[in-house]
């Protein structure tokens, strides 16, 4: 094919990428329109209709519940964009009010994204859960998690033995065989947060509510955020907990947060009298440990399951990695001292020891839906000067960074709405709750988020880190989100609770 040729078909295919994309836009604009005209249709039934089971939906206790809940399956189009074609199910838990009252329902949206939501809702079941006493919890799959059309990569979510579990986070062989596997039987550009939102939406009026609650966590304050920009007239009132904003191009900032939330951790040890006493030079025992473990992987003897010697080699970012993972709650971040007092000596059985000794399958977050959403609407949007500048001198480099972008280069992406990367202005009452500790979504993006919504309430809880496993009085947390939500308009009475969420002794042995 000569030049003139390949220029033409270039052409071709460019406008028919800006064609598909202005489509995309124009098919959400109509959209929300649509749902308007449903919504208007449904203030006119009767106030006493509060939900409708969809047909097909069972009453039952599932194993492990301590009530019983709806639970059934409400089918959308993958394909947003037409609304033909294929269509995948959407798993549904609706968890019924103890009392009636004409309080919205709570829709509860985890993070990742690729975390099932469904998969923790047993917490919400109890008669006791305050929760569930005047309002209905409703918990959805979102797509391409759970029991919804999981995008699941086994080539990336299984590792066969304990040498496997320190590799590298995405092997280029690997994303490619998940990314043919899971393109076979879907449309890989369907998933992502525009998407998930119209399907929330969807749910939303096919159980008959005329407004809801919003409860997100970590990337589920993402879509809840989207949900404010794209269907304002739907929410009652919305809960973020961790939340991230629509731009933080994800993991640009994973390596500086993380770094300001380590350094937090050292100067917190020195002012920790058990912890000061064990380990008085640990931020440069962690200097020492890195600098040596950047030069060159450290070799790990041990025993298997059948008593022979074997040779692990981990790479410092193998470490690293685990590291920060440990430091997404106060339980894992009071182990953190230890684990690298102890590396630096060179005993790294308390490390080996965060990991299963054999094959694990990690089914926690679905890292195709996790590929499909990063890919779309966060990596392509990287700069590299933004790169260096954000990573130098931190302890995670541009590992994190250079991983995702060679993951994406062997993925798809989609175009995002066109005012999606825009902070989103709302005057829906919103309680934003942050914690101190958090190396990835640090009370900085909190109060960012917080600048654009002029009806929230922040509040920052001191030894909190992304999650609260760990702390003492966790109860303040969830009496906080329930006056809130029973009075969303009202400035919380308090939050003195907060002083009382406080953590365990640091590890010492």
């Known amino acids: 094919m000569d030049l003139a040729a390949v220029d033409v078909l270039e052409k071709i295919t460019d406008l028919k990428n800006k064609f598909l994309k202005y489509l995309f836009q124009v098919t959400i604009i109509m959209q929300r329109f649509q749902f308007l005209i449903i919504l208007f249709s449904l203030s006119l039934i009767s106030c006493e209709q509060q939900r409708i089971i969809p047909k097909g939906f069972t009453y039952d206790k599932p194993e492990g519940f301590s009530d019983s809940v709806y639970s059934g399956y409400i089918d959308v189009y993958e394909n947003r964009l037409t609304n033909t074609g294929k269509k995948i199910q959407l798993y549904v838990l609706i968890i019924p009010a103890l009392t009636k009252s004409n309080n919205p329902p709570l829709f509860l949206i985890?993070?990742?994204?690729g975390v099932s939501a469904t998969a923790s809702a047993d917490f919400y079941t109890s008669k006791e859960n305050p929760y569930r006493q005047n309002r209905d919890i409703v918990v959805v799959d979102v797509r391409g998690t759970g029991k919804s059309n999981p995008l699941m990569c086994p080539s990336l979510q299984v590792k066969e033995n304990l040498q496997q579990q320190f590799d590298e986070m995405y092997p280029a062989t690997a994303v490619k065989e998940c990314y043919d596997l899971l393109s076979k039987e879907n449309d890989l550009t369907q998933y992502h947060t525009a998407n998930i939102v119209m399907d929330l939406e969807e749910v939303r009026i096919k159980l008959g509510y005329k407004k809801i609650s919003l409860f997100g966590l970590s990337y589920g304050t993402r879509v809840a955020l989207q949900y404010l920009r794209m269907f304002p007239?739907?929410?009652?009132?919305?809960?973020?907990?961790?939340?991230?904003?629509?731009?933080?191009s994800i993991p640009l900032y994973h390596a500086i947060y993380a770094e300001a939330s380590l350094s937090r951790i050292w100067n917190d040890c020195k002012k920790d009298t058990g912890c000061n006493t064990a380990y008085p030079s640990i931020q440069k025992e962690f200097t020492e440990l890195m600098n040596q473990w950047k030069k060159k992987p450290f070799a790990y003897v041990f025993n298997d399951s059948n008593g022979t010697n074997k040779t692990l080699t981990i790479s410092w970012n193998a470490f690293q990695t685990k590291l920060r993972s440990l430091m997404y709650s106060p339980a894992g971040i009071r182990k953190v001292p230890y684990i690298v007092h102890e590396a630096w000596k060179g005993n790294l059985q308390p490390f080996i020891d965060l990991f299963p000794n054999g094959k694990e399958i990690n089914n926690f977050i679905a890292e195709g839906l996790y590929l499909c959403v990063?890919?779309?609407e966060d990596v392509p949007f990287i700069q590299t000067a933004a790169i260096d500048s954000l990573t130098a001198g931190t302890f995670m480099g541009t590992y994190r960074v250079d991983q995702q972008k060679q993951a994406c280069a062997n993925w798809t992406k989609w175009t995002i709405p066109i005012d999606f990367l825009q902070p989103i202005s709302s005057s829906v009452p919103t309680l934003i709750l942050t914690g101190s500790f958090d190396p990835v979504t640090?009370?900085?993006m909190a109060k960012e988020i917080s600048s654009t919504l002029p009806n929230s309430q922040l509040v920052e809880i001191p030894y909190m880190s992304h999650v609260f496993d760990g702390?003492?009085?966790e109860f303040c947390f969830d009496q906080m989100v329930i006056d809130f939500l029973n009075a969303p308009m009202q400035k919380l009475k308090s939050t003195d609770c907060i002083k009382l969420m406080t953590p365990p002794a640091y590890k010492t042995k």
């Open 110 to 113: 985890d993070g990742g994204p």
């Open 442 to 444: 640090p009370p900085s």
């Open 233 to 248: 007239q739907a929410i009652e009132s919305t809960v973020l907990w961790s939340p991230v904003t629509t731009y933080a």
């Open 374 to 376: 990063t890919c779309t």
């Open 471 to 473: 702390l003492q009085n």
